[in-house]
């Protein structure tokens, strides 16, 4: 009874360490996303994750023969929580950068570099990008705004950014184009882009713990595929306005 209990034990230790990091890991993988920010990812009326970065998902998880969940967390702890193990892979529309691969690594891009946008209120005038300028915390927009002339004030949510610029409490906002274009077209032309647009970061690609790289590899074969069969380029199209012949 004794020796059971032992060998129970080492096979519980033996999944909790596949679970937490190191090249083995159980076929159950779970994804953290932050869920508000469409059409990367989102939380649909029943409650559940959506957008883009859900069907990407669950396509490159049926790819490589593994049974995922998503988790959602916030954008401002969502590299610390992976590394801690609370989820295996982030899927959020996290650009890849140097700063970031500092931490943990990335899988090759699945959406390419988006250019970023200024965004204000009709009448602004492009001076905006000067002044007071909204941005999400621990973005690649809030890095790049912090070493401009203008002054930087940082959200936790990408929503918030946008209130601050119907509240006039910031002149401008600071974001993916992809991700301001529908409150542009939904704003009546109360909203507006600013020049200039900025290129920034290397594409968005899968964060995973750097002990992982077993995962990642079955995410970059997976994407590979979807590259190569269209479904990708698919469902870009379907949902950045038919965005086309991306890959």
């Known amino acids: 009874m004794k020796l059971f209990n032992t060998a129970a034990r080492a096979a519980t230790l033996a999944v909790s360490i596949g679970l937490l990091g190191g090249n083995a890991f159980a076929e159950s993988v779970r994804l953290g996303t932050e ?3 469409p059409p990367f990812n989102f939380v649909n009326d029943s409650g559940e994750i959506d957008g ?13 023969e593994l049974d995922c969940t998503w988790v959602k967390n916030d954008w401002d702890s969502i590299i610390p929580n992976l590394v ?3 989820y295996d892979a982030i899927i959020a529309g996290m650009s890849i950068t140097d700063e970031r691969e500092e931490v943990i690594d990335f899988t090759q891009d699945y959406y390419p570099p988006d250019p970023s946008f200024y965004m ?4 602004a005038g492009d001076d905006a990008i000067n002044g007071v300028v909204a941005a999400q915390t621990s973005t690649i927009q809030a890095s ?3 070493g401009s002339d203008a002054t930087l004030v ?22 993916d184009a992809a991700f301001l274009q529908k409150y542009v077209d939904e704003s009546g032309g109360d909203l507006v882009f600013l020049t200039p647009t900025v290129s920034l970061g290397g594409g968005v690609g899968m964060g995973i713990r750097e002990s992982d ?10 994407i590979d595929t979807m590259k190569k069969d269209g479904s990708l380029n698919a469902l870009i199209a379907k949902w950045f306005d038919g965005r086309k012949d991306v890959y």
């Open 120 to 123: 204000a209120l009709k009448g």
């Open 144 to 146: 790049y705004i912090a």
């Open 52 to 64: 883009f970065e859900r069907e990407v998902g669950d396509t490159l998880c049926k790819l490589a």
């Open 84 to 86: 801690s193990g609370n």
């Open 35 to 37: 869920g508000a920010y």
């Open 154 to 175: 940082e959200f936790a949510t990408p929503d918030e950014t946008i209130a601050a610029v119907k509240s006039g409490e910031a002149d401008a906002v600071f974001a």
């Open 213 to 222: 790289t077993e995962l990642t590899a079955k995410f970059n074969a997976a």
